[in-house]
């Protein structure tokens, strides 16, 4: 199970160090609205999909508070079938949608769980709800 922090699951972008930094800044920043997931790690967690409305605590490397996103759109399609709109929207800079997916298979690779093209890929949209743990209002994390 992935960490709560209140009543919301945790969303870690990347992988911790400055990946994860440079992430959490993108979407402080209102240019990343978007992220990616392989399906499975959805089973291997015990987790379920998210919800369009679902909040969720935006973390940094020691699990703490650095902003709160809520889901806007849930998708889940082969790792071929990510449309351009999408990837645009993850704000990370890809020219095109074949430089997204080089990226994000050379990405998952190196953690050792490589894709294909048939892979199935969770496509969340999200936006910006508050930043830092003072945007919080009254510590209640379940709103």
Known sequence: MWP???????????????????????VLAGVKTATAGRLAEYAEEGEE???????LALIDDDDALVGVV????????RFTDVP???ARSEGEGDRSIEEWRAGHSAY???L???VDDD???VCL???LVSAGEGGVAGGDLGT
């Open 108 to 110: 998952w690779a190196r």
């Open 84 to 86: 351009w709109d999408f």
């Open 125 to 127: 949209r999200l936006r």
């Open 70 to 77: 809520e889901i806007t759109g849930v998708e889940v399609v």
């Open 4 to 26: 709560r922090i209140g009543e919301l699951r945790t969303l870690a972008l990347g992988t911790p160090g400055e990946l994860r930094t440079t992430l959490n800044t993108l």
């Open 49 to 55: 999909l998210e919800r369009v409305g679902e909040r």
């Open 119 to 121: 892979t199935p890929i």
């Open 112 to 114: 050792g769980t490589p």
